[in-house]
């Protein structure tokens, strides 16, 4: 079966220190993962992909996030957390499998930034 | 470029009555079409998707149903709310292949 576990409700970072927001996941097939930011009451942003090649990508806002297929882990990180990244932060994945049109998420990361 | 609408953006009906939120996509043919809800502004729930006119996957057993009248116009319905439909309820659309899932803006439904 297809999962994704955020383990971490919250991530508290001062500003200026790095963030790592977790993800691990469970799909048959080559995975396509992603991550995307919540603003409150709004809708989910994009902002990067893991689809295929270098392990290390890079997204949107100074995000970045590491696909490790031994540990089928996509841990999101960024070198110097601001404030304004304070967020709900979500992991997916795409359907490997028959079903390739469907995407799982993870429960999702509050992460709050302190001045 | 494409665009993603949902509306009403915010709405309170009393338990019991109907429901009919809308979803319209712009600037793309045969986009995958989803409904999701979101409650206490956690973890998405996907309620169903739809890849073509007439198609409606069903993921949760409830009292939501879903159309797709128009290629790229998804309906999110019910006939009688209950207190627990409650929630944020984001619409989104998919191309296929190598490509992410786009998100609407959100209905925030509230049921007294």
């Known amino acids: 079966a297809q999962s994704v576990a955020q383990p971490e409700d919250q991530v508290n970072v001062a500003e200026g220190n790095p963030l790592t927001v977790k993800c691990t996941y469970s799909v048959s097939g080559n995975p396509y993962l992603f991550w995307y930011v919540q603003y409150p009451n709004r809708g989910l942003q994009f902002l990067l992909k893991?689809?295929?090649?270098?392990?290390l990508v890079k997204g949107s806002y100074g995000f970045e996030a590491e696909f490790n297929k031994s540990q089928t882990s996509f841990h999101l990180k960024k070198p110097s957390a601001l404030v304004s990244d304070s967020a709900l932060y979500f992991c997916?994945?795409?359907?490997?499998?028959?079903?390739?049109?469907?995407?799982?998420f993870g429960s999702g990361t509050k992460l709050n930034v302190k001045p | 470029s494409q665009t993603i609408h949902q509306w009403p953006a915010t709405l309170v009906q009393p338990v019991g009555s109907p429901l009919s939120l809308e979803c319209t996509v712009e600037g793309t043919s045969n986009p995958n079409l989803y409904w999701y809800r979101q409650a206490a502004g956690r973890g998405l729930q996907l309620l169903f998707y739809s890849v073509g006119i007439g198609q409606i996957s069903s993921e949760v057993p409830q009292n939501l149903s879903a159309s797709r009248p128009q290629d790229r116009q998804f309906i999110l319905s019910s006939k009688k709310l209950l207190l627990s439909d409650s929630g944020f309820y984001l619409c989104?659309?998919?191309?296929?292949?190598?490509?992410?899932?786009?998100f609407g803006p959100g209905t925030r439904l509230t049921v007294t």
């Open positions: 997916a994945v795409r359907d490997g499998g028959d079903n390739f049109n469907k995407f799982y």
């Open positions: 893991y689809i295929t090649g270098d392990n």
């Open positions: 989104a659309w998919y191309p296929g292949g190598p490509y992410e899932q786009y």
